[in-house]
Nanobody, 118 residues
């Protein structure tokens, strides 16, 4: 069973920043795109963005200019840097691996809670 292990969630005030990390097995990390989904209370799970194995990233419009996905190939880790956070960013964030900037998901992490509130 493939394990994607997320960390870094928590409570942050509006306008603040948070960085999520996700460690993956090397065999998965080197082969697939990595990225993130989120699910807010009462809403469907939403694709946030993904980064290809070559390092190019793509994002949903609502986070462009605020969120950045990066990957450290030496550590088999993908990051989600979230800046200028808004209350509507509150959700459980899931690390994923797959194809097409993780629009096609093969593997899921367990999720980490991000709460944006004053």
């Amino acid at each position: 069973q493939v394990q994607l292990v997320e960390s870094g969630g928590g409570l942050v005030q509006p306008g603040g920043s948070l960085r999520l990390s996700c460690a993956a097995p090397g065999s998965i990390f080197s082969r697939y795109a990595m990225g993130w989904y989120r699910q807010a209370p009462g809403k469907q799970r939403e694709w946030v963005g993904g980064i290809s194995s070559g390092g190019s990233a793509n994002y949903v419009d609502s986070v462009k200019g605020r969120f950045t996905i990066s990957r450290d190939n030496a550590k088999n880790t993908v990051y989600l840097q979230m800046n200028s956070l808004k209350p509507e960013d509150t959700a459980v964030y899931y690390c994923t691996a797959g194809g097409n900037y993780v629009r096609d998901v093969l593997y899921w992490g367990q999720g980490t809670q991000v709460t944006v509130s004053s």
